[in-house]
């Protein structure tokens, strides 16, 4: 969903997602998000979009459509690094629908300047996806990143997905940007030495929790620690 107009660095947006037909008061909610993207022009995704996203080869290599404006799409080709990585090496649907939102050139720019305040070339910013799996958001974050932004994307998550991160980033490296470097590092939350990470301008992330009550106060913890203090952090997450 685009950012309402005239939000801020730390402004909170909680958005209540539900079947229209299947929750009593669906209709009001469908109408407000109908409202919504009326106002701001955009077309809302849902579940039905994703798959229209998604294009798959005979050899199993899949294709996610970012933004239609922006013409661009990131590759995931299956690999014996996948092997055992479980939900590292899938692609959700939270992560698919933020990939498309960020990717839109208004709401990038808005999300960008939002986390970035007044950078200049000469100053980097840095942007972290934590959760990563196949790194489908931090990546989407990477292409969406313009000629004005020298950047950092740090796609993070369990050791043992590394290697298939190193690997899409590898398939990945021409729909982004020369000045935009992007890489991949094991983090496990609350247990890593976060401070060796250095802070960041903007945290994203989706399809995290799978409602494990336990990994809340790490997550928070994680970003806490990681989160540029003061005017300009912004934390994008899709839970």
């Given at each position: 969903l685009p950012l309402p107009f005239g939000a801020k660095p730390g402004d909170a947006l909680q958005i209540q997602v539900a079947d229209s037909k299947g929750v009593e008061g669906g209709d009001e909610i469908g109408d407000s998000v109908t409202e919504g993207s009326r106002k701001s022009g955009e077309k809302v995704n849902s579940s039905s979009d994703n798959a229209q996203n998604i294009r798959t080869d005979d050899d199993g290599t899949c294709h996610v459509s970012l933004h239609?404006?922006?013409?661009?799409?990131?590759?995931?080709?299956?690999?014996?690094?996948?092997?055992?990585?479980?939900?590292?090496?899938?692609?959700?649907?939270?992560?698919?629908?933020m990939a498309n939102v960020i990717t839109n050139p208004a709401i990038s720019e808005q999300?960008?300047?939002?986390?970035?305040?007044?950078?200049?070339?000469?100053?980097?910013?840095?942007?972290?996806?934590?959760?990563?799996?196949?790194?489908?958001?931090?990546?989407?974050?990477?292409?969406?990143?313009?000629?004005?932004?020298?950047?950092?994307?740090?796609?993070?998550?369990?050791?043992?997905?590394?290697?298939?991160l190193e690997a899409n980033i590898g398939t990945n490296k021409d729909v982004i940007r020369s000045?935009?470097?992007?890489?991949?590092?094991?983090?496990?939350?609350?247990?890593?030495?976060?401070?060796?990470?250095?802070?960041?301008?903007?945290?994203?992330?989706?399809?995290?929790?799978?409602?494990?009550?336990?990994?809340?106060?790490?997550?928070?913890?994680?970003?806490?620690?990681?989160l540029k203090q003061g005017k300009g952090g912004l934390v994008l997450l899709g839970v």
């Open positions: 239609p404006s922006t013409g661009k799409e990131l590759t995931f080709e299956p690999s014996e690094s996948t092997t055992g990585a479980a939900i590292c090496s899938e692609l959700w649907p939270t992560g698919l629908v999300l960008l300047a939002s986390g970035s305040g007044k950078k200049s070339k000469e100053t980097k910013l840095r942007a972290l996806e934590v959760g990563s799996g196949l790194g489908t958001v931090g990546m989407a974050l990477a292409t969406a990143m313009g000629d004005n932004n020298n950047a950092e994307v740090v796609l993070t998550d369990y050791a043992s997905a590394i290697q298939m000045n935009v470097i992007v890489k991949a590092q094991g983090l496990e939350w609350g247990k890593h030495d976060l401070e060796s990470l250095g802070k960041f301008d903007v945290i994203c992330g989706a399809d995290l929790l799978y409602g494990d009550e336990g990994s809340y106060q790490p997550l928070v913890d994680t970003l806490s620690v990681l």
